[in-house]
């Protein structure tokens, strides 16, 4: 047997394996209500190993930044962080609803809550192997 035939197919296996590993977890913590001890233990459950595995790798070799881009990439940061500060801290208008008000209403539902969780461990998983 073609050893990269072999190879490929454990591969896809594998990512088929994490692929429901996670879609079993996502429906079993979407069960949880939302702001409730269960469902910090649900994001805890995965967040930290995934925080654990992303501090102990060593990155890839990559460009350095120049100060220009990091100084744009900042501003936005600062920007967004502060127009969401002001918002969270302001009088409760709904001409002008912060992040967590607008995501409400899709993560009161399980099946919403059920694609918040495959985001946010994709999200988790996409910057571990970065």
Known sequence: MDTARTTANGTRLRRAGAVAAVLVYALVAALCRPLTWPA????????????????RRRPRRAEPVDRRSAAVWCALVALGGAVELALRLGPDDTAHPTLSTLADPLLGTYPGRVLGYVLWIGAGLWLVRR
């Open 40 to 55: 910090l233990g649900a994001v805890l459950a995965v967040g930290l190993p995934l925080c654990w595995v992303g501090v």
